[in-house]
């Protein structure tokens, strides 16, 4: 049983399109968080998250608590946007997801 | 601020050799945790401390052993090291997971267990 579930599991897109990553969760949080690793490198934290939306340069999250679920956009994508992207929450510890792989093709 | 700092980054056992992955934080965060990156599994828990003196287990424990006498370092042993255990370790720190505090991750280790 996974508390949190992304979609897709992977994604191709070309450069310039607009990307959405999806996470649902199970369990009652207290944040949603959006991290950020690249190939053969370390996480990042891109958001964290309790309600509504933030933006930060091309990148936007949002969440809807009663849904329990939240989105990850990237407007006008680009070849270094190419990472994995994981949605994880924090409940009485930490949940992950398995991560979205995005290519980003030139 | 060096934030988490994690050593070493690659590291080659054999079957029942030992080892201690080291963790240290400099933001004076409570709560540290160690994780486990599979592929397709993402980031498992391994062990996790609210704050010097206090550890607990998380998600997949067995093998390894884990300490924190001081806020600032967060050690974790391989105890008998087995090719099970080939995996990306990563670290991290966190002011408050109940508050939803933003993690800090170090860069990683990459074991391999043979």
């Known amino acids: 049983k996974n508390e949190v579930e992304q979609s897709p599991q992977n994604l191709t897109a070309q450069e310039g399109e607009f990307i959405t990553i999806n996470c649902s969760y199970s369990?009652?949080?207290?944040?949603l968080h959006w991290l950020q690793q690249h190939p053969g490198g370390g996480i990042v934290s891109l958001f964290m998250?309790?309600?509504g939306k933030k933006k930060h340069g091309r990148l936007i999250a949002t969440i809807n608590i009663q849904e329990k679920h939240s989105s990850l956009h990237i407007t006008a994508s680009h070849p270094r946007d190419s990472a994995v992207y994981i949605c994880?929450?924090?409940?009485?510890?930490?949940?992950f997801g398995t991560g979205t792989s995005l290519t980003v093709i030139p | 601020n060096a934030g988490v700092t994690q050593t070493p980054k690659f590291q080659v056992l054999k079957t029942g050799q030992s080892m201690t992955l080291q963790c240290a934080q400099d933001?004076?965060?409570?709560?540290m945790s160690w994780y486990r990156q599979d592929p397709g599994m993402g980031l498992r828990l391994i062990h996790y401390?609210?704050?010097?003196?206090?550890?607990d287990q998380g998600e997949v424990p067995n093998g390894y052993n884990v300490s924190r006498s001081t806020t600032e370092d967060f050690p974790l042993r391989l105890l008998s090291a087995a090719p099970s255990q080939t995996s990306v370790y990563f670290c991290?720190?966190?002011?408050?997971?109940?508050?939803?505090?933003?993690?800090?991750f170090g860069p990683g280790t990459r074991l391999t267990v043979l």
């Open positions: 991290a720190s966190s002011y408050s997971p109940s508050g939803g505090g933003e993690q800090f």
């Open positions: 369990v009652g949080i207290s944040a």
């Open positions: 998250l309790s309600s």
């Open positions: 994880a929450v924090t409940g009485n510890q930490f949940y």
């Open positions: 933001m004076n965060h409570e709560y």
């Open positions: 401390s609210v704050g010097a003196g206090i550890t």
